[in-house]
């Protein structure tokens, strides 16, 4: 039986409750027990995870995807479609193709080679039929392809009695042996056959689909599968069986078939043994910012390293890293850091919301900027536009939404708004003429400590000595345009240093530096020099380390 699709966070009343929850109602409360071990699957707490159990109802979370429960289908669809209802049938197409292409990039699973009129096919029999009808028809269509291009065969360990001698004889076996059995050889020996764990997991992913589809389409696609898996021994599969599948060259191009396998073993309850998981389910919070992360990925050129990474302790000796969503680093440096957040965000509330201060933490860690992107589409944040908010200090804050309503429309394998490349590349871009500033500000400050140097030692030979030129256009450019730079660098390092590298720091050397043209006797002027040759020194230790 397929019950209607929930929504994230919807809620679910028991049978006993039906009038409370929009009539969005739980069949049968023999359900629950399995609702709590599927929990159990996902979290450690039996009454939240991919449901929260209440006393009177049950209420979806972030999880979204299916499950067959004692003969029930349920299903959680994302919650930015929540407002399309059932009958429309356009939109949750539309959301069913969204949620298949953004499992593509995140998972790998090949969607977008597909053609335009065979993916929509996929998501009406998903949306028709239910999530499950549309997994089992890409496992069976995407291994079918696979095997017309040549079956997968490997070399499997073989031990067996024969009436020749072949391969490796097993000794210890043989000489355990009676006299009427001494006819044949105990012997190990490596097959090339197909009948292999990899052609065993794919064989029982067909048996168990071809079991639960109601599809016309899909009972064709697997009956073929089954026909060509004759010679495959049927195996329990175990999930340590599925662990041990590794991929190489020669069976690289199995992969995506079998992970839609597992997906449909997992969500059809085909995985034997204790503990066993069943149901297929993928947080969007996770999922949300696993597509964002290899969008970016791709947009940016090699040079740039994107990876979920720590950047250090909010709280010192707390041992807690910190770790934003997406970390853009270049020469192994942080450029920018990007937060994904899939919720409900006002705008008018924007600025007064823990995000903003969350991301405000980060870039004063890791002294850089911060892009926050925000999920949009109709009824779901339709208001939100780009923000730049900047603090006090310097630091920005880039808002952006994601209009998820175009992934499903866009062409390519991945989707990036052109307002998100734009503000990253503008980010990145002010990020690299800032880092150009300073390299030259530390090339200035070393030829201005060797001439300062050079000046006190004359002085202490001579009496006299000729002054340095230390004003140059860098640092007064730095000082100008990047005041901000001193109070990051003021962040980042502690006595004896911070006092040197705060923005009245830099100007106390300015100050030092004209004092120059008004002292006269030598002893003060190799004091002043020794004073701003330790500020600079200071400085330098600083920039050397950004």
């Not at 049938?89 to 953004?102: G, H, P």
């Not at 549309?134 to 291994?143: D, E, N, P, R, V």
């Not at 021994?233 to 175990?238: D, G, N």
């Amino acid at each position: 039986m397929n019950i209607p699709p929930f929504f994230e966070h919807e809620k679910i009343c028991y049978p006993h409750k039906k009038d409370t929850c929009n009539g969005k109602v739980l069949p049968d409360e023999r359900l629950i027990p399995l609702i709590r071990e599927l929990n159990k699957r996902y979290s450690k707490n039996e009454d939240r995870g991919v449901f929260i159990l209440y006393k009177d109802y049950l209420q979806a979370t972030s999880y979204v995807g299916f499950a067959l429960l004692r003969g029930h289908l349920i299903q959680v669809l994302p919650k930015i479609y929540r407002n399309e209802l059932e009958p429309d049938e356009e939109k949750r197409t539309e959301a069913t193709i969204t949620f298949l292409k953004m499992l593509d990039i995140a998972y790998g699973l090949r969607v977008h080679r597909l053609k335009e009129r065979e993916l929509m096919k996929v998501a009406q029999i998903g949306v028709q039929n239910g999530l499950h009808e549309a997994f089992i028809y890409l496992f069976g269509k995407t291994l079918l392809d696979e095997i017309k291009r040549g079956y997968y065969r490997e070399y499997v360990e073989v031990q067996s009695e024969e009436t020749y001698l072949r391969g490796k004889l097993l000794l210890s076996r043989q000489i355990t042996k009676l006299p009427h059995q001494r006819h044949t050889f105990s012997v190990e020996y490596y097959d090339f056959t197909e009948d292999n764990l990899l052609n065993q997991i794919f064989y029982a992913a067909t048996v168990v689909a071809l079991k639960k589809t109601r599809l016309h389409v899909n009972k064709k696609l697997l009956g073929q599968l089954a026909s060509l898996f004759v010679d495959v021994t049927p195996k329990r599969i175990l999930r340590s069986h599925i662990e041990r599948v590794h991929f190489t060259r020669l069976n690289e191009r199995f992969k995506v078939p079998f992970t839609l396998a597992v997906i449909v073993l997992f969500g059809l309850g085909g995985i034997s043994g204790t503990g066993a998981p069943f149901g297929f389910f993928v947080d969007m919070n996770t999922l949300f910012q696993r597509y964002i992360e290899e969008a970016i990925r791709r947009e940016l050129s090699p040079q740039y390293v994107v990876e979920e990474a720590g950047i250090g302790e909010l709280i010192k000796n707390s041992s807690k890293e910190v770790v934003p969503d997406v970390v853009i680093k270049r020469d192994g440096r942080i450029r920018l850091l990007v937060e994904v957040k899939y919720k409900k965000i006002l705008e008018k509330t924007l600025v007064e919301s823990r995000d903003v201060y969350q991301v405000y933490a980060y870039s004063r860690l890791a002294d850089t900027d911060v892009v926050l992107i925000y999920p949009k589409r109709r009824d779901f944040n339709e208001k939100l536009t780009k923000q730049e908010l900047e603090f006090f200090d310097g630091h920005r804050v880039v808002v952006l939404p994601f209009d998820l309503s175009e992934i499903a429309s866009h062409k390519g394998d991945v989707f990036l708004p052109e307002e998100i490349k734009t503000s990253l590349h503008t980010l990145l871009n002010r990020k690299e003429k800032q880092n150009q500033l300073v390299n030259a500000l530390k090339d200035e400050i070393k030829e201005t400590i060797q001439k300062i140097e050079d000046s006190i030692r004359s002085l202490r030979e001579k009496n006299d000595g000729e002054m340095p030129s230390i004003l140059t256009k860098h640092y007064d450019k730095l000082l100008k345009e990047y005041p901000m730079l001193w109070s990051k660098l003021s962040a980042k390092v502690g006595s004896p240093d911070e006092g040197y590298v705060t923005l009245d720091g830099a100007y106390a050397i300015l100050r030092l530096i004209n004092t120059l043209d008004y002292v006269t006797e030598p002893e003060s002027k190799r004091k002043i020099l020794e004073e701003i040759k330790k500020r600079l020194e200071a400085l330098l230790r600083v920039l050397e380390n950004q």
